[in-house]
């Protein structure tokens, strides 16, 4: 499997209230510096579940690049150096465990083709999988998905897509982009409000067949519903994984932990309703713990209707 798209360093503090006054400053009672971003947080899951992958993205040339090279070490040795600062943001958490992101523009935006094909060994992916993450982050990257899907299918690779939420909203134009790539994927997991968001309808299973029909024949899509579990199609069967009840701790990078179990299971050769399982049972124990852990226990055993 491979991984491809935006790592960067997320520093969360809180909890704080919503509304933060200028020119003040308030203490709060947590605080952590973290690698991140769509890939770090999903490679961070398969360094756990000890899945073999292979991971593109890139960094600034700072102490914060250094440092995402260094935690990821045994997969950023091909990563891109570019000569900007490396993105960063900042969380802050809320007390109803809601977060505000403010996040710098940094070298995700550099991310391009070129650097993705010198960092990716096709020889070993072929006829795996690729993830395609944080499309609207790596708007270089994004401008050339026609030419990566082109290359990803050249290898006979199944494509998978979590777009992300675009900066400014879902506008036609973006609507337009998001398809043009949706009509591409294997699989595409999206939060809940994306889908809904992208295809027009708050009806979730009215969402999902509007991207089935928008998919390749025999694709999957996926809408991760945060304590409400998972729902997806494949073909013409409705699956819904309903969440464990747990407490959540941490909510950042829900989706990216579930795509990796999701995947990793998927490339096992499971069936599309144990993917699922096998996604949400892995997100709701990493949002569940601190320090965060990816372990699946029979506690956790979700329920598939």
């Known amino acids: ?3 491809i798209g935006n790592v960067n360093v997320d520093v ?3 909890d704080h209230p919503p509304v933060l006054q200028p020119g003040t400053e308030s203490m709060v009672a947590h605080g952590d510096v973290r690698p991140a971003g769509c890939v770090g947080n999903t490679a961070l899951a398969w360094m756990a579940m000890d899945v073999p992958f292979q991971a593109i993205a890139n960094t600034g040339d700072d102490m914060f690049g250094d440092w995402l090279r260094g935690v990821f070490h045994a997969h950023s040795r091909a990563w891109p150096r570019e000569t900007c600062p490396t993105t960063f943001s900042v969380g802050i958490a809320h007390p109803d465990s809601e977060r505000t992101f403010l996040t710098t523009h940094g070298h995700v935006e550099c991310l391009s083709l070129d650097e993705v094909k010198r960092g990716l060994d096709f020889t070993v992916l072929r006829d795996g999988v690729a993830l395609v993450v944080g499309s609207f982050l790596t708007t ?6 026609a030419g990566l899907f082109d290359l990803l299918a050249d290898q006979n690779m199944e ?4 777009t992300g939420w675009p900066i400014g909203g879902w506008t036609a134009d973006v609507q337009t982009q998001a398809m043009s790539w949706v009509a591409r994927c294997d699989h595409l997991l999206l939060n809940e409000v994306e889908l809904s968001s992208l295809f027009g309808t708050a009806d979730t ?13 025999d694709a999957r899509v996926v809408a991760k519903r945060g304590p409400l579990g998972a729902s997806g199609l494949s073909g013409d069967r409705f ?4 969440a464990p009840a747990v407490t959540a701790i941490d909510t950042v990078g829900a989706g990216d932990v579930f795509n990796a179990g999701y995947l990793a ?5 499971e069936p599309f309703e144990d993917a699922i399982a096998a996604g949400v049972a892995i997100a709701s124990r990493a949002i569940s713990t601190h320090p965060r852990e990816y372990g699946v226990g029979s506690a956790l055993g979700p329920r598939k209707t």
Not at 239 to 242: K, N, T, Y
């Open 159 to 162: 494509i998978a897509l979590d």
């Open 265 to 269: 299971s998927c490339a096992k050769g």
């Open 239 to 242: 699956v819904h994984v309903s």
């Open 12 to 14: 969360i503090v809180g």
């Open 140 to 145: 270089r990257l994004a401008a050339e998905y």
């Open 205 to 217: 299973d009215e969402a999902l067949k509007c991207a089935a029909q928008a998919m390749p024949k």
């Open 1 to 3: 499997m491979a991984i």
